[in-house]
């Protein structure tokens, strides 16, 4: 009998090291990290006979190799950074004042000139030009601050409503079959929302792998009971066509999963091209995307292009706070989930007890099965208000254009990217090798006492030779801002006081 949906009840401490007007430098607390998920089966029981460490320890405690927090621990000045891949290890303090600071003509004249900064409400702070979280929108952020108010009043009711709504004109889809989602979570549930409820125990599933985060969403599967095959791809780069097609041709697959965008590498994924190819060698495969650092500033035709499945979050290019998990699933998608045989391999992941919710919310109805934020909700319909006042088209063309920018410049600094080829390259985020003899604990404080905040590297085999810029949402789509500009000028500042000396 197939599964019936009603059958089921409804960094680290972190001390700042840029200065703000003079003020004495505060420790912020650490940043939420995107975790990968664990097998039970794959920790040591008690009394097991075993050297090797449970996965899911603290990354910065001795003889715990983990994968977890390893995502912005680059400001911390004693422990290592940002990645348990890594040695390296900074002073308590690091005197920046008597280093030489020279600013480039050259490549400023490749950037926007107008560095004039924004009229912003907000305190002064460091620039965040990360992968996510971004810089915020101060209509955003005062969305926060509404008062509290019940969930399941009239005047929220329509706002959760027409948010759901808006997502609709985002990802691009006109079907009335087609399901958001809006959850309380960070983008990570999204993989757990596919694994609990689009794939069953068993079930094949191709893992299309581009970097750690597509690891990390085989690791999710194969914890619901997933069979995954992973095509990996060497690191910078994305399967090829004929890889894909190869691997489709071997087995009868579930799902296909490939990540838009993956913020380890920086490594764009051609999503038309493969659920071209996905339907015409595998019709009856489903094709789930992974658009975390995707969605708002990388095209998503989600009708257009054939897909089953995007899930995101709504910190990145979207441009709302940390704290909700978003996602699309098409027709076939919800019918998958109603042809289950078993239940889903979840409680508050399970579309059984989320989709009535978020289709009585669309329809202006209150209901009721787990509490969501009514803050975070009224800032993301906030962030979606503004992004679909203007074309999406325009938006898109936007983040192109700023890319370019700061692609340009790396290469005036003689630094190259980790995605190499230009037609694989994101244009919400580059990742950049460092000169040789220069790491991230060199350049990340340096950049920090500059007022702009980067990113360490994540991936395990380049962890310590590459840093991430992250240019989406208002940083990219408001050049009055000046945020990439004082970027990239505090980068070859940076490296010069590392010893680096660009190409003339």
């Known amino acids: 009998m197939p ?9 680290g401490a972190a001390r700042t090291l840029c200065r703000r007007l003079g003020q004495p430098a505060r420790a912020s607390n650490p940043a939420a990290a995107r975790t990968q998920t664990r097998s039970w089966t794959s920790m040591p029981r008690s009394g097991d006979d075993t050297t090797d460490p449970p996965q899911n320890q603290d990354a910065s405690r001795p003889n715990h190799p983990a994968r977890l ?46 560095m004039s900064s924004s009229s912003s409400s907000q305190p002064p702070h460091a620039t965040l030009l990360i992968p996510g979280p971004i810089e915020f929108d101060d209509a955003v952020l005062n969305a926060m601050s509404h008062y509290s108010e019940s969930h399941v009043g009239p005047a929220f009711v329509r706002t959760f409503g027409e948010t759901l709504s808006m997502l609709r004109k985002l990802f691009q889809t006109s079907d009335p079959a087609a399901q958001p989602f809006v959850l309380s979570g960070s983008g990570t549930l999204g993989w757990d929302l596919v694994a609990a409820n689009i794939v069953e125990p068993g079930d094949e ?13 085989a690791d999710c599967l194969r914890v619901y009971g997933a069979n995954v095959t992973e095509l990996r791809a060497p690191v910078g780069t994305r ?27 920086g490594v764009l994924s051609d999503l038309p091209t493969v659920s071209s190819l996905v339907r ?10 992974d658009g975390v650092c995707s969605v708002a500033c990388e095209e998503i035709d989600f009708d257009a292009w054939g897909l089953d499945a995007v899930v995101t979050a709504s910190q990145k290019a979207i441009g709302c706070p940390a704290g909700l998990s978003i996602s699309m699933f098409s027709a076939r998608a919800m019918h998958a989930f109603r042809s289950r045989q078993s239940p889903p391999g979840a409680y508050f992941a399970s579309m059984a007890n989320w989709t009535p919710i978020m289709q009585n919310y669309e329809a202006f109805k209150p209901s009721y099965f787990a509490t969501p934020s009514p803050q975070l909700v009224r ?54 090798y460092l000169p040789d003899g220069v790491t991230p604990a060199d350049v990340l404080p340096r950049l920090a ?7 360490g590297g994540i991936h395990k085999e380049i962890a310590s030779k590459y840093i991430r810029l992250g240019h989406m949402g208002v940083s990219a789509t408001d ?3 000046g945020d990439l500009e004082r970027a990239i000028l505090a980068l070859e500042e940076s490296l010069a006081e590392c010893g680096y000396k660009k190409p003339e």
């Open 449 to 455: 006492s500059r007022g702009v905040v980067f990113a």
């Open 205 to 217: 599933v191709l893992v299309l792998g581009t970097g750690y985060f597509s690891d990390g969403f």
């Open 479 to 481: 050049p009055d801002r």
């Open 69 to 114: 927090s390893l995502i912005q621990r680059h400001l911390r000045p004693v422990l290592p950074i940002n990645t348990p891949f890594t040695v390296e290890r900074l002073p308590d303090t690091i005197a920046t004042s008597l280093l030489p600071r020279s600013v480039s003509r050259r490549l400023l004249s490749i950037l926007s000139p107008n």
């Open 280 to 289: 015409r060698v595998s019709p009856d495969t489903l094709v789930v995307v």
């Open 239 to 265: 399967p090829k066509p004929d890889e894909i097609e190869a691997a489709l041709k071997e087995k009868k697959f579930k799902a296909v999963t490939v990540t838009h965008v993956d913020t380890s590498t």
């Open 3 to 11: 599964f019936s949906p009603g059958s089921i009840a409804a960094s």
């Open 379 to 432: 800032a993301l319909h906030t962030a979606l208000t503004q992004i679909l006042a203007k074309p999406l088209a325009d938006r898109f063309a936007l983040h192109r254009a700023a890319s370019n920018r700061v692609k340009r410049a790396v290469a005036a600094l003689g630094l190259k990217q980790v995605a190499a080829h230009p037609d694989e390259q994101a244009h919400g985020m580059t990742a950049i």
